[in-house]
């Protein structure tokens, strides 16, 4: 990738992220303070990354069909190097849990969204010049007002 990871799509990221705050503030029976702070952590985020989410909203007024193919492509990407983080922090979830069919079923859910992930990874890795050709050329054709 040319730039680092995420920054191309942060903008559509702030843009979830910021509907989940506008639904968090609809859901009853969570404390103002606990809104506020949810709030003040997206406001920072904002603050923070500016520049980028700037370019990132500009890119996506170009070429939002650009934007989202990348967006998805780096979601994907993202899920996949967080298996690192994600299947030690679950297997201790798992020790640890009072409910042995809840266990048995996140330890499931692990094992087969991991196998998922890498058919995914192995078929991109082999056909990425056809997939992208697909995605960037044929699908677009497809779909209406993408230029």
Known sequence: MKETLIIKSLFIFISLWS??????????RIELFWKIIATL???F?????LDEIIKGFDT???DWY????HFLKELITLVFVNMF???PLCLVLIFYKADDMGA???LKFLCIFTLVLWVIFVIYFFYNAGIDRFLFENLRKMIPNAK
Not at 45 to 49: G, K, L
Not at 66 to 69: D, K, L, T
Request: charged share 10%; net charge positive.
């Open 60 to 62: 996506f007024s170009a």
């Open 19 to 28: 509907l989940g705050i506008v639904l968090l503030w609809f859901r009853p």
């Open 104 to 106: 048995e079923k996140l």
């Open 66 to 69: 650009v934007s989202s193919v």
């Open 85 to 87: 983080f994600f299947w």
């Open 41 to 43: 952590i997206l406001g």
């Open 45 to 49: 985020y904002v603050w923070f990354f």
